[in-house]
């Protein structure tokens, strides 16, 4: 029996069917079924089921929501994704497979009530299943902010895809990156100078990737480093800083090579504290 408590009370009540997609839910209260938004309800966890919903006030709920849909008679579970803001963002959502690389199953860019889907054989890929949810937000060209750019994991296990009914997954942000970070950059000048910067270290950028094959980290840092440079550019950014690491300097040649082919000036930056581990790269020049 699935159970909820009202947003505004401490009230517990027993939910008998959920419409997501009418945003609905009968509920029994006081002996009386009624139905309820269900921006009203926080669903309870349960030592039987304690994954039936995610609560309504759960980072990104209200933005993104991602559904399961278990396909039983087919073997395989359909995942619905849909942005809510008014803010148009691009959607990322690969399965994670036991080999450490990244299928993608929904890419694209969506606008307010916008969305997509994708269906996973559970015969090709047995569950339990280990999902990456990035989104990285492309604001109208007058924000000045850089856009920022969110990661997720979410865990599907099998006893979810045995419900048979529709589910929405608990998102919950792991690792975030786009707000200015004002770390100082000495410059000949003397002068400190801040700006939005993105770290490429994996450990930093996705954790979640340290054991993967280094083809595989190298494929990633290169496609989060090219979305957040059109992103800064598209948000109106003058330069934004590239923290690629010394290492062999494969990263930071990529990234000169990138902003060849862009037109964009890019220069190492020496002085602390990145020591030539670190590049700016300028949108505008003159």
Known sequence: MRRARLLHSAESVEVLHIDNQARIATIRRYGFEQ???????????????????????????????????????????ELRLLHGSGTRCFYALYLMTPQKTLMPLIRGLFGMG???????????YPPPWRLLLQRLDVPDSSVLEPPSLRTSEITIRLSMLTRGEAQKLPIEVKSSYGAPELIPSKE??????????????????????????????YAYQLSCMKRYLYACEAAGQASAIVIHGVGKKRLQAALLDFCQEQGWKAEVLLMPPYLGGASRVYFTLG
């Open 35 to 77: 139905s309820i938004s269900l921006e009203q309800l926080v669903m309870e966890a349960s030592e039987e089921n304690d994954c039936l919903l995610a609560p309504l006030s759960s980072p990104l709920n209200h933005e993104t929501e991602l559904e399961l849909h278990p396909r039983l008679l087919d073997h395989a579970a």
């Open 188 to 217: 000949s000048t003397g002068t400190v100078k801040a700006g939005p910067q993105i770290d490429l270290h994996i450990e930093v950028l996705a954790p979640h990737l340290r054991t993967a094959s280094p083809e595989a980290i």
């Open 114 to 124: 916008e969305g997509a889907s994708a269906i996973v054989d559970m015969s090709a």
